[in-house]
């Protein structure tokens, strides 16, 4: 039996009958339901219903304080730039308590927001334009933050893009085999092993003062993104819950990660993963448009392996899900993390392939806007 969300929804402060909602999205960590109220003139209106993940966020008033703050000052920036604020930022509905979560009398977190109309979200664009936009709208994001002190967020998910924690914990993982799975990923480990020189690559460049800690998103999937459905322009960044100090180069090469090969996440035939030159095109010139003008020469040089990085590190996460039971994110089949390591690790082989062709084309899109 699902929640009643017509419960839920009457604990928020909006005005009507409840009519209906429905499952709504593909995330891996929230419950996200769409839901119908009808005003008392007759219009009918939506709103997106989250109950958040506690296993993942074990602080979500403070994930809901960060979104809070960072939306207010996104809203305040559109209204600057002469854009509505309540369609080029995501705007929380308050609960009838004034906080901007419901908490309930089993514990769960709920929160409620706006449905932006109009727009929609894609898993896979259907055109490198999309891309071009979705890209160019972090990078908007990043600008719009980059006068928001970063000491004034929480920290929600502590050393989440840390590569080198990441790789370390799934080497203690390997070692303990929990559950006896590691003979079915022994070649997916040692595809990591070879890799280690990597992992601290852009951590040394932080800790040498090279790389600056800017406020990022932290999951830029496409999927991130709405998009008009008339102009195919990007309207809002969503899914604020990772919000909090990183680096840009961390959002960058989720971007390449999550957007640049035409497989699913989890595909079985890796014949289909493939790093595609003109999808990583379009993701670098949108970024650039956006961001190129207060990104370092060092962030710049990096894209391209930001890329790579980012996809190792995340098939690392999918492998040690895997290895410890699958935890984390969530699963529909035997075997689905281990499924996803596969086709990222598949990737990074085709990012290696073809990073001297990604760092020529990143250059040339830098020089051309100095």
Same mark, same amino acid.
């Given at each position: 039996?699902?929640?009643d969300?017509?419960?839920?929804?009457?604990?928020?402060?909006?005005?009507?009958?409840?009519?209906?909602g429905?499952?709504?999205?593909g995330?891996h960590?929230?419950?996200?339901?769409?839901?119908?109220?009808?005003?008392?003139g007759?219009?009918?209106?939506?709103?997106v219903?989250?109950?958040?993940?506690?296993?993942v966020f074990?602080?979500p008033?403070e994930?809901m304080?960060?979104?809070?703050?960072?939306?207010?000052h996104l809203?305040?920036?559109?209204?600057?730039?002469?854009?509505?604020?309540?369609?080029h930022?995501?705007?929380?509905?308050?609960a009838?308590?004034?906080?901007?979560?419901?908490r309930?009398?089993a514990?769960?977190?709920?929160?409620?927001?706006?449905f932006?109309?109009?727009?929609?979200?894609?898993?896979?664009?259907?055109?490198?334009?999309?891309?071009?936009?979705a890209?160019?709208?972090?990078?908007?994001?990043?600008? #719009? *933050?980059? +006068?928001?002190?970063?000491?004034d967020?929480f920290? =929600?998910? /502590?050393d989440?893009?840390?590569t &080198?924690k990441?790789f370390?914990?799934?080497?203690?993982?390997?070692?303990?085999?929990?559950?006896?799975?590691?003979?079915?990923?022994?070649?997916e480990?040692?595809?990591?092993?070879?890799?280690?020189?990597?992992?601290?690559?852009?951590?040394?460049l932080?800790a040498a003062?090279?790389?600056?800690?800017r406020?990022?998103?932290?999951?830029?999937k496409?999927?991130?993104?709405?998009?008009?459905?008339?102009?195919?322009?990007?309207?809002?960044?969503i899914?604020l819950?990772?919000?909090m100090p990183?680096? #840009? *180069?961390? +959002?960058f090469?989720?971007?390449?990660?999550?957007? =640049?090969? /035409?497989?699913?996440?989890?595909? &079985?035939?890796?014949s289909?993963?493939?790093?595609q030159m003109?999808?990583?095109e379009?993701?670098a010139?949108?970024?650039?448009?956006?961001?190129?003008s207060?990104l370092?020469?060092?962030?710049?040089?990096?894209m391209?392996?930001?890329?790579?990085?980012?996809?190792?590190?995340?098939?690392?996460?999918?492998?040690?899900?895997?290895?410890?039971?699958?935890?984390?994110?969530?699963?529909?089949?035997?075997?689905?993390?281990?499924?996803?390591?596969?086709?990222?690790?598949?990737?990074?082989?085709?990012?290696?392939?073809?990073?001297?062709?990604?760092?020529?084309?990143v250059?040339?899109?830098?020089?051309?806007?100095r």
């Amino acid at each position: 039996m699902g929640p009643d969300l017509e419960a839920i929804s009457s604990q928020f402060s909006v005005l009507g009958e409840f009519l209906d909602g429905v499952p709504f999205g593909g995330g891996h960590i929230n419950d996200t339901y769409l839901v119908r109220l009808r005003a008392s003139g007759g219009e009918v209106r939506r709103w997106v219903l989250q109950r958040i993940n506690q296993a993942v966020f074990r602080k979500p008033e403070e994930v809901m304080y960060n979104i809070e703050r960072v939306s207010a000052h996104l809203q305040a920036k559109a209204v600057r730039a002469g854009k509505d604020p309540l369609r080029h930022a995501i705007r929380l509905v308050m609960a009838r308590d004034g906080r901007s979560f419901y908490r309930s009398q089993a514990g769960e977190t709920w929160r409620m927001m706006d449905f932006i109309e109009g727009a929609r979200t894609y898993s896979r664009a259907r055109n490198p334009q999309h891309y071009y936009h979705a890209a160019k709208a972090f990078g908007e994001f990043l600008q #719009a *933050l980059s +006068d928001f002190p970063a000491s004034d967020l929480f920290v =929600t998910i /502590p050393d989440f893009h840390h590569t &080198r924690k990441r790789f370390d914990r799934l080497m203690e993982v390997v070692a303990d085999d929990p559950i006896g799975r590691l003979d079915a990923a022994r070649e997916e480990v040692e595809f990591v092993r070879n890799r280690e020189s990597i992992v601290d690559r852009l951590l040394d460049l932080q800790a040498a003062g090279q790389i600056p800690v800017r406020i990022t998103h932290n999951d830029t999937k496409i999927n991130n993104v709405m998009i008009d459905q008339e102009s195919d322009e990007a309207v809002c960044v969503i899914d604020l819950d990772t919000v909090m100090p990183g680096l #840009a *180069l961390y +959002d960058f090469g989720d971007l390449v990660r999550s957007a =640049t090969s /035409p497989a699913a996440e989890d595909e &079985r035939d890796l014949s289909k993963v493939k790093m595609q030159m003109s999808m990583f095109e379009a993701l670098a010139e949108g970024y650039l448009d956006a961001a190129g003008s207060f990104l370092n020469t060092t962030e710049i040089d990096h894209m391209a392996f930001s890329g790579r990085l980012i996809t190792l590190e995340i098939g690392i996460r999918f492998l040690t899900d895997f290895l410890e039971g699958d935890t984390y994110f969530k699963t529909d089949r035997a075997g689905h993390n281990l499924d996803r390591c596969r086709t990222q690790f598949k990737l990074v082989e085709h990012i290696e392939e073809q990073t001297k062709e990604m760092n020529a084309f990143v250059a040339k899109v830098s020089r051309g806007r100095r």
